[in-house]
């Protein structure tokens, strides 16, 4: 019997020891994927630049020359260090070359360039001026609008597009009012660009998340996690270590957002000038069209970027396309990031 006991105790010993383990193996992912990552993409060669396009300051990174240029444009309230679980292996096969949005990151925080309009005629100076050869332009949701600009007003600067889940027709009116973007951060950067009293916009961003929402009874303990974290560590982005690094992601790049970039979605300008349809219906060159997973909530609002009949629409559109579905979330080059270059190598194959 105590011969029996013995070996059931040392089962359990050992069980939670293994589960101790994998708790803390998960922690440290969830903490430090990032500066892992990072630490991937300086032994890939990358080094980071500035340059002054069009008046403003545009912050970059650059690999080293192993193919043809490809340019990347992230989405709203990353910066171009989202890329890094993707920027080692695609620096193999291109010349890259990716950039921190007006807004965002290290470049310039300036209204008057938070359109596509204007940030489109930005990047493809950026393209004459600091690459100085046609590339291929790759952008993610709202860089992936930037990039459909790009390649229907200036085609002899890009050889082909890829479009990573970006919003095309759900960010005009009046079918923006029910999608997620709207309700969460365009609608929380405009009251907060409009109050002006609360600094700190991770805090009131965690505070008025139409995210949180759907975390129910943990949403409160999740804001009181937030404020402590804030008080504690106000020079670094907001880290849960219980969050996979999925969630962190999206509020590891809020320090160096500049609310007013989502203000323009609130009110239409980012989209002044910019018919989605018309638009497509310019471009030429061959170009990949990325559909994530997509679903409407209770309330009959839209958490993707875009759904099927928005995809298929923007396909029948385009001359040249290839659509692809994938089981992603809308950030797929960092879910999925194998996937991701994957794809821009066949694109690299396709295009010659």
Same mark, same amino acid.
């Given at each position: 019997?105590k011969r029996a006991f013995g070996i059931v105790l040392k089962a ?46 545009i912050h970059y990174a650059e690999g080293p020359d192993n193919g ?20 080692? $292996? +695609?620096?193999?096969?291109? /010349?890259? =070359? @990716? ?12 209204? !008057? ?70 309700? $969460? +951060?365009?609608?929380?950067? /405009?009251? =907060? @660009? ?12 965690? !505070?008025?998340s139409y995210l949180l929402k759907f975390f129910q009874d943990a ?60 638009? +497509? ?6 170009? @990949? ?64």
């Amino acid at each position: 019997m105590k011969r029996a006991f013995g070996i059931v105790l040392k089962a359990l010993m050992g069980l939670v020891l293994l589960l101790g383990a994998a708790f803390g193996v998960y922690v440290y992912n969830n903490l430090t994927y990032h500066d892992r990552a990072m630490a991937e993409v300086k032994r890939a060669g990358f080094v980071e630049k500035d340059v002054t396009v069009g008046g403003s300051r545009i912050h970059y990174a650059e690999g080293p020359d192993n193919g043809p240029a490809l340019l990347l444009i992230h989405g709203q309230i990353m910066d171009w260090t989202s890329y890094a679980r993707v920027l080692p $292996d +695609l620096a193999e096969e291109y /010349h890259v =070359f @990716v950039v921190d949005c007006h807004g965002h990151g290290k470049s310039d925080k300036d209204p !008057r360039k938070y359109s596509a309009r204007a940030m489109g005629r930005d990047l493809a100076q950026f393209i004459r001026q600091v690459i100085g050869e046609p590339a291929v332009v790759s952008g993610h949701s709202s860089g992936g609008l930037l990039a459909v600009w790009l390649a229907a007003h200036y085609p002899e600067w890009v050889r082909g597009a890829v479009f990573e889940d970006p919003p095309l027709f759900t960010t005009l009116f009046p079918r923006a009012e029910k999608t997620f973007n709207y309700v $969460d +951060l365009s609608t929380i950067c /405009h009251r =907060f @660009v409009q109050q002006g009293e609360e600094s700190d916009f991770t805090l009131y961003y965690v !505070r008025n998340s139409y995210l949180l929402k759907f975390f129910q009874d943990a949403r409160p303990g999740m804001i009181r996690y937030a404020e402590n974290y804030r008080k504690k560590h106000r020079d670094r982005p907001l880290r849960y270590w219980f969050m996979p690094p999925v969630m962190n992601e999206g509020f590891r790049t809020l320090p160096d957002y500049d609310p007013r970039f989502g203000a323009a979605f609130y009110d239409g300008s980012w989209n002044e000038g910019f018919d989605h349809a018309a638009v +497509l219906k310019k471009i030429e060159k061959p170009t @990949v069209l990325i559909l994530a997973n997509w679903s409407y909530d209770e309330n009959g609002i839209l958490l993707a970027a875009m759904d099927g009949k928005d995809a298929r629409r923007a396909h029948t559109l385009l001359k040249n396309n290839r659509l692809i579905k994938v089981d992603s979330g809308h950030n797929f080059h960092f879910e999925k990031p194998r996937e991701f270059v994957r794809i821009l190598l066949d694109f690299k194959e396709r295009i010659g």
